[in-house]
T-cell receptor, first 115, second 110 residues
Framework: DAMVIQNPRYQVTQFGKPVTLSCSQTLNHNVMYWYQQKSSQAPKLLFHYYDKDFNNEADTPDNFQSRRPNTSFCFLDIRSPGLGDAAMYLC??????????????FGPGTRLTVL | KNEVEQSPQNLTAQEGEFITINCSYSVGISALHWLQQHPGGGIVSLFMLSSGKKKHGRLIATINIQEKHSSLHITASHPRDSAVYICAARDVQGAQKLVFGQGTRLTINP
């Protein structure tokens, strides 16, 4: 029973061509996160939504945007992908932000290749 | 120095061995996560704990808040346990932010 679903699992795009990655969840969690993980590195938080409230990390490039049209779905838009944006993109959810509600559940990730 | 340090970075063992992976942190935390990532795969949350000990199947996680140290143990290890195990601390200052360790690459040989 998949709980956090990411599509596609593998995405190839061209340098500068906009790309959208998708995440959906069946957990009805309030919080959805997007992480970027480059090879052999720890995941890096890009931003998160608490319900409709968007929270951007200070060092997330403007090239990365996100949309959350409803509770279940969250999208990561990369407006002009560069070669340095090739990475695994991980979506995660949690019920809340504090205490026991903040356990994060991760999706399988989308591996982005930029040609 | 990383705020979350794991040891060892790489661990190779034979099937059936008892495995211990250690995590030390320097930040004040509200919770600590143990995560598992298979090669090229997504991340699975194994445990979230803020005190004491948790057990799930062959996996056991402990945390000592005073010593700022946590351990992940695997009993009767199996080749399918081969993965990267990541310790991540939830910083009390930024409730939504996980501070990740560098990961421990575990290989269990049959």
């Amino acid at each position: 029973d998949a709980m956090v679903i990411q599509n596609p699992r593998y995405q190839v795009t061209q340098f500068g061509k906009p790309v959208t990655l998708s995440c959906s969840q069946t957990l009805n969690h309030n919080v959805m996160y997007w992480y970027q993980q480059k090879s052999s590195q720890a995941p890096k938080l890009l931003f998160h939504y608490y319900d409709k409230d968007f929270n951007n990390e200070a060092d997330t490039p403007d090239n990365f945007q996100s949309r959350r049209p409803n509770t279940s779905f969250c999208f990561l838009d990369i407006r002009s992908p560069g070669l340095g944006d090739a990475a695994m993109y991980l979506c995660a959810t949690s019920r809340g932000l504090a205490g026991g509600r903040n356990e994060q559940f991760f999706g399988p990730g989308t591996r982005l290749t930029v040609l | 120095k990383n705020e979350v340090e794991q040891s060892p970075q790489n661990l190779t063992a034979q099937e059936g061995e008892f495995i211990t992976i250690n995590c030390s942190y320097s930040v004040g935390i509200s919770a600590l996560h143990w995560l598992q990532q298979h090669p090229g795969g997504g991340i699975v949350s194994l445990f979230m704990l803020s005190s004491g000990k948790k057990k799930h199947g062959r996996l056991i996680a402990t945390i000592n808040i005073q010593e700022k140290h946590s351990s992940l143990h695997i009993t009767a290890s199996h080749p399918r346990d081969s993965a990267v195990y990541i310790c991540a601390a939830r910083d009390v200052q930024g409730a939504q932010k996980l501070v990740f360790g560098q990961g421990t690459r575990l290989t269990i040989n049959p």
